[in-house]
């Protein structure tokens, strides 16, 4: 695709640029995980129950799905320099206000405000990224994107409960609108200042709501990554609850999860371009298998910290599946990135929403395992569908 080849005249520093890109996502990815290891903090500072606080992660799953397909398509013909630098102050703002949230109420507004630009920006970013590279690159640069998100499970989201648990949980949110502050100021310092494709059009974004390989690909994101939001959310309440490891064992144990995410990506990445149609149907299984041993596994942190390891590494999921989108999605290959983001946040409602359901019934924090291996066996049977219907397309009329 021509619209993401650097533009001639324009020098400009891809090493710089990816990490002013990535920061985005090292923002973006604390924020997303870390709100979900500070419910034990937040929840009685707004007087709720731990289970009702899963809520305001939902919020801003929702915002991401809604936001994504809407601002991927109102920005087709904007500068994408500009519409970052737009969609981190939106991301920016909404952090402060989380911050200072004094209501339930509250919380949940400015949570799905949070999450609006979350999609549109990693399918923005994703088209920057590759467009100040070699074509034969692109795809590396596109990783180094995504780079920003692993390493916030590993870093950001362990230091955001610290700093939960030390100086308040509202300076969790705080460093977030720090960390997109400071992505404003690089994008605006370092990337180029490329103008939108003249051939680009809300129209033409929007066909990829009528390709049903494009709606089967993401329907299975949605539901087979469920599973990993399911446990995810989950993981802090069960150490100091269940493990009965305290609350200084939670960022070891949130810090070994996101290395496995990391792992997992890099793992992967390799994986995936010689088994693209295999490789999700393997994640899903072996992450299904995973998190039905979950229950047993929270008796001790001996078993616990292995086990979540090898969960995050099934945080990968988003890469063959996002793969296969750029095969499909023809002309709409922004909004396919970034409804790509709206599945799996899709999946980040689903997930912990269901495993909620399951404690409130009185079947412990650790019952969130086996709701994680339910929604992987539904993901394996949605996968299932679209591949069938892709070689059933494939075949010629007769």
Not at 264 to 287: E, H, Q, W, Y
Not at 297 to 316: E, H, K, N, Y
Not at 359 to 384: E, K, M, R
Request: charged share 10%.
């Amino acid at each position: 695709m021509s619209d993401t080849a650097s533009p001639i005249g324009v020098q400009v520093r891809p090493g710089i640029v990816h990490f002013a890109l990535a920061i985005g996502g090292f923002a973006i990815g604390t924020s997303e995980f870390a709100a979900m290891a500070l419910i034990p903090y937040f929840s009685p500072s707004l007087e709720i129950s731990e289970t009702t606080a899963s809520h305001v992660i939902s919020a801003y799953a929702l915002g991401v799905v809604v936001g994504a397909p809407i601002l991927a398509v109102l920005g087709a013909r904007m500068p994408r320099r500009m519409l970052l630098i737009g969609l981190m102050l939106v991301y920016a703002v909404a952090h402060v206000a989380s911050a200072f949230a004094q209501t339930y109420e509250g919380m949940l507004v400015y949570r799905f405000i949070s999450g609006l630009p979350h999609g549109a920006y990693f399918g923005v970013a994703s088209l920057v990224a590759a467009s100040v590279v070699p074509r034969e690159e692109r795809s590396k640069a596109v990783a180094r994107v995504m780079t920003g998100l692993t390493v916030a499970t590993v870093l950001g989201v362990p230091f955001a409960n610290i700093l939960g648990q030390t100086v308040g949980w509202r300076w969790g949110f705080g460093i977030v609108a720090l960390l997109a502050l400071l992505c404003i100021a690089l994008i605006w310092t370092y990337a180029p200042k490329v103008e939108v494709r003249r051939h680009g059009s809300p129209l033409s974004e929007l066909s990829a709501l009528g390709n049903r390989q494009v709606l089967l690909t993401l329907l299975t994101g949605a539901v087979g990554f469920g599973g990993f939001f399911a446990v995810y959310s989950y993981v802090a309440s069960t150490v100091i609850n269940v493990t009965k490891a305290g609350e200084a064992a939670v960022p070891l144990v949130l810090g070994v999860m996101g290395l496995g995410m990391v792992i997992g990506t890099l793992v992967v990445g390799r994986i995936a371009d010689k088994r693209p149609t295999s490789t999700p149907f393997i994640i899903m299984a072996i992450g299904g298998l995973l998190m039905l041993c979950y229950g047993p596994a929270t008796a001790s942190l001996v078993t616990l910290i292995p086990l979540v390891f090898l969960i995050g590494m099934s945080g990968a999921l988003s890469i063959p599946l996002q793969s296969r989108l750029m095969d499909v999605a023809g002309e709409a290959q922004t909004l396919a990135a970034a409804l790509n983001h709206s599945a799996f946040n899709t999946a980040n409602a689903i997930g912990p929403a269901l495993a909620a359901a399951a404690i409130s019934a009185g079947y412990g924090f650790q019952s969130s395992g086996y709701v994680g291996a339910l929604l992987s066996v539904c993901g394996i049977v949605v996968f299932a569908v679209t591949v069938a219907d892709a070689r059933r397309s494939a075949k010629p009329a007769r």
